[in-house]
């Protein structure tokens, strides 16, 4: 792709002068794009990684996850479904053909086991909370209000149509939420230990982590967990040192990219380049577990939907951009 002339560069804060143009709720998805693909790409995977690690942390959910017995045989797999099926819905939109069919598949993935409601809202709420904390503590650049609302309702709309009920009117239920759930679930369970470990073992192997020790990038990704996660998984905690070199390393990528122009053309989670179980594209509707899997990742058949051009990272040491 060419790289657009100086004069054509967007300024770095377009993207947010522009969420202030429009309407936070009937434009959700325009300005949440302008967060997780224009302004955030990286920072977004890296947020919703995390979350998904925090689900972990709850017994009924970790132990279901590892009931499934994919996590250890299929762990890839279990991320790219995962990952493709998010991506369908936010690239193409909620009312799509695609996001339809991707949101399809998530609900039927879910009608196979007994998830209860409280915990289906407490994963929607970390997909809504995380990122927020993520870009307040290490983005170039504060979120504004409208863009925290508009992602909030984007949430709110999936969770909608998958059905989740009494879901929270605005952001600041969604935290309540999180906090509430996690103190009163959060709590060591050999599965939900199992799940993460294969998780960051699958993590090792991205790009660039692959050229650090896998040690390193377990201390690295430890000190981006914060104290109530990692005990409930039992991690080591960080030392005070490894915290403050992480923050200061995310800190200095965030001043680099503060003078940075804005990226005028979409940058999604595959572009990035973890996904690599469809080589040759696949189908929407063959993504996730069918008979017995987990009710988040999957089984699939390759076909259909063109290649992503690259594919999604998880939790990935701090200097990158």
């Given at each position: 792709?060419r790289?657009?002339?100086?004069?054509?560069?967007?300024?770095?804060?377009?993207?947010?002068?522009?969420?202030?143009?429009?309407?936070?709720?009937?434009?959700?998805?325009e300005?949440?794009?302008?967060?997780?693909?224009?302004?955030?790409?990286?920072?977004?995977?890296?947020?919703?990684?995390?979350?998904?690690?925090?689900?972990?942390?709850?017994?009924?959910i970790?132990?279901?996850?590892d009931?499934?017995?994919?996590?250890?045989?299929r762990?890839?797999?279990?991320?790219d479904?995962?990952?493709?099926?998010?991506?369908?819905v936010?690239?193409?939109?909620?009312?799509?053909?695609?996001?339809?069919?991707?949101?399809?598949?998530?609900?039927?993935?879910?009608?196979?086991?007994?998830?209860s409601?409280?915990?289906?809202?407490y994963?929607?709420?970390?997909?809504?909370?995380?990122?927020?904390?993520?870009?307040?503590?290490?983005?170039?650049?504060?979120?504004?209000?409208?863009?925290?609302?508009?992602?909030?309702?984007?949430?709110?709309?999936?969770?909608?149509?998958?059905?989740?009920?009494?879901?929270p009117?605005?952001?600041?239920?969604?935290?309540?939420?999180?906090?509430?759930?996690?103190?009163a679930?959060?709590?060591?369970d050999?599965?939900?230990?199992?799940?993460?470990?294969?998780?960051?073992?699958?993590?090792?192997?991205?790009?660039?982590?692959?050229?650090?020790?896998?040690?390193?990038?377990?201390?690295?990704?430890?000190?981006l967990?914060?104290?109530?996660?990692?005990?409930?998984?039992?991690?080591?905690?960080?030392?005070?040192?490894?915290?403050?070199?992480?923050?200061?390393?995310?800190?200095?990528?965030?001043?680099?990219?503060?003078?940075?122009?804005?990226?005028?053309?979409?940058?999604?989670?595959?572009?990035?380049?973890?996904?690599?179980?469809?080589?040759?594209?696949?189908?929407?509707?063959?993504?996730?577990?069918?008979?017995?899997?987990?009710?988040?990742?999957?089984?699939?058949?390759?076909?259909?939907?063109?290649?992503?051009?690259?594919?999604?990272?998880?939790?990935?040491?701090?200097?990158?951009?």
């Open positions: 792709m790289r657009p002339h100086r004069r054509d560069r967007l300024p770095r804060m377009h993207w947010a002068q522009r969420s202030l143009e429009l309407d936070p709720v009937a434009d959700h998805r300005i949440s794009l302008g967060v997780s693909a224009h302004d955030y790409p990286w920072d977004t995977v890296q947020a919703l990684s995390f979350a998904l690690f925090r689900t972990y942390a709850v017994p009924s970790g132990s279901l996850l009931r499934t017995g994919e996590f250890t045989g762990v890839q797999k279990r991320y479904d995962t990952g493709l099926l998010l991506e369908e936010q690239r193409h939109g909620l009312t799509s053909s695609r996001g339809r069919s991707a949101v399809r598949r998530v609900n039927q993935m879910h009608a196979m086991y007994d998830i409601n409280e915990d289906m809202r994963v929607l709420a970390t997909f809504v909370v995380v990122p927020v904390r993520w870009i307040t503590a290490y983005g170039f650049r504060p979120l504004t209000d409208h863009e925290v609302r508009a992602m909030t309702e984007y949430y709110r709309q999936l969770g909608r149509l998958m059905a989740i009920r009494d879901l009117e605005d952001y600041a239920g969604f935290e309540r939420l999180l906090e509430d759930h996690e103190a679930h959060f709590g060591p050999e599965g939900g230990r199992r799940v993460a470990d294969a998780t960051l073992e699958l993590m090792t192997t991205f790009w660039p982590n692959r050229l650090l020790p896998a040690r390193v990038v377990e201390r690295l990704s430890f000190a967990m914060d104290e109530p996660l990692l005990r409930a998984f039992g991690y080591p905690l960080p030392t005070r040192a490894e915290r403050r070199l992480v923050h200061a390393a995310m800190r200095l990528r965030a001043r680099w990219l503060r003078h940075r122009p804005a990226r005028s053309e979409p940058r999604w989670a595959s572009d990035l380049g973890h996904f690599r179980t469809y080589p040759a594209g696949y189908d929407v509707a063959g993504l996730g577990t069918f008979a017995a899997g987990c009710p988040a990742h999957g089984a699939a058949t390759a076909a259909a939907a063109p290649p992503p051009s690259e594919p999604a990272a998880g939790p990935t040491p701090p200097p990158v951009a």
